[in-house]
């Protein structure tokens, strides 16, 4: 997962390639919490991991609930209907599938718990289904403001007979909480009033359709009236598959739907579910393909590209899609004409105001935007020259953050900065991964920060600082050198001319990996040995030879992956990436870099004297200048840093406001 401050999506071009999708969050909640109710063991297979399912997993947990997790597979010995701790303060996090149903079950089994949320969990109404509950003779005081959590829930006192109301038109999540709940007391049968339109009714379907799959078989009439059956019980399924998560699949819908296809690779194909997937938000699918998008499916799979282009204006009621209708308004700046998303007043008391959200967001990129109460009308910039970009603000909100990802395929091919990647965590922790993993654009986009010097000058910290707050992926060109001297030291190779042949060749077929912090060599792990002062000498030796550092050429090119790349080295901004935006030459006086060098090896137990390790610097930075192939040298267009007088921290911001004064944003 990204935790940078914000990614930087460089132009994109191009999509194709197959991903698998992270489970449903709707699917993983109920199924979590109904596992929990019920008597007997349950198995759920690919449940989502994100904030909100560990919100759930933490308080059924806390709650007494007996949970074991292997990767995505749960296994919960269930409470058969009663809590083993009746006295719990349950932290709800953001997630409003696990507090409305959580509050409804905790309050009609009864007890002493207090539930709370994040500040905007506080601002999340709840009223209608505590006003419900109150009904039944649930015992729920508000401990902040009135009809917002946090929560106080005591001891009920039931009155089941009369049928109950709820309001409808706000969240369909207060009627879920309440069918979901309800069987745990139904020893008669208990009808539920629904009080007004009911919105987002697929949600209640899935809330069906799963209670159906525990054993409780709910009477509906219309969308109206809904009866809990007397007698009725959690039965445990044994075994359970969680779809992978449609609303997280739009994203990939739209990026088919607005990407060209790579040549070979036609479409993006989605696995994890399938056009008859049980959950709402699939008929994004039928929207999608009102825009212009080809969708073709097949059991638990959908493959999506392009096909009518540009993407066609829509006017729609969003009712039954309100989250992936978030990914239309993005889609709508690709569409010729003016789109109107309707229906949609449930955005306004979700994560944030998402209407508000969305209109102030979408005129970054020059769109004309009207939004109403319950409505968002969006019309793209008039032509190409009109786009203009923006950094996006994510209101702590992951569908802002995933839909906006979409808008780096602008045809002005600016660059997109997206605020706080993390937010995504809610429901898909690796997003912006899974998105690079299918979306391309040609090398000379994707941005390249060099920084070349001397030895011991600082490159290495100073380039791994920078890939990390950038989320850029980082290239060490001297490791490569080094693992390189090192191979041929160890096969007897003669580290000079007479040599060239035989370790250009073996370089050019190196097997190595790195792995978090550690380098592989042929499956061994060479991490300290390549860092030896040593194995540094013998890398300046092999590195001088052409056809060595030619044969080394293709391997760091392929460093060069979305979203960015920082790469360190002698020749990154002369030779290897001459287009990089940002070059820095970084030096430090000699004494100084001796004296760094010779804190770095006695903190790691080396014994050295300073003077020997100022004569080897001295004597590898003369060979790393003088040689023929790529000598160490500033390019020409690169800013020169001298950091003897600066500390780490000055460094890294002295770069990063250099990069930032080239940002359009
Ligand atoms: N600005 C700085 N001030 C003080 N110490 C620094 C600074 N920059 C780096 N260092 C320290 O200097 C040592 C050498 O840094 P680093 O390994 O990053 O250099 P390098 O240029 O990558 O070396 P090499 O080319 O040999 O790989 C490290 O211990 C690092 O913590
Ligand atoms: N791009 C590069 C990177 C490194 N080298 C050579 C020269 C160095 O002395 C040696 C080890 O590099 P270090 O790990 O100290 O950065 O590798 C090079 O020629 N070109």
Redesign the pocket.
Known sequence: MLTTAFVDLPPLQTAGGTITLPGSKSISNRVLLLAALCQGTTTLHDVLDSDDTRVMLAALTTLGCRIAQTGNTVVIEGLGGQPAQKQAHLFMGNAGTAIRPLTAALALMGGSFELSGVPRMHERPIGDLVDALRQLGCQIDYTGKDGYPPLHIGQPQLKLDAPIKVRGDVSSQFLTALLMALPLVAKQAIVIEVVGELISRPYIEITLNLLARFGIQIQREGWQRFTVPAGCQYQTPGTLYVEADASSASYFIAAGAIAKSTTGTKSIKILGLGADSIQGDIRFIEAAQAMGAKVSSGPNWLEVSQGQWPLKAIDLDCNHIPDAAMTLAVMALYAQGTTTLRNIASWRVKETDRIAAMACELRKFGATVVEGADFIQVTPPASPADWKTGSIHTYDDHRIAMCFSLAAFNPAQWPVRIEDPKCVAKTFPDYFEALFSVVQTAPEHIPVICVDGP?ASG?GTLAAQLASQLGYHLLD???L??ITALAAAQAGLALNASGEDAIANMAARLNIAFKNDQVWLDGAEVTEQIRLEAT?MQ??QV?ALSKVRTALVALQHSFRRLPGLVAD????GTVIFPDAPLKVFLTASAEQRAQRRYKQLISKGNPTTLDSLRADLEA?DAR?MSRSASPLKPAQDALLMDNSNLSIEESVNQVLTWWQDKQPF
Not at 569 to 572: L, W
């Open positions: 030895t490159k060109s001297g490791a050198y080094r540094g890398a300046s590195s080295g002698r020749d990154m590898r790393d």
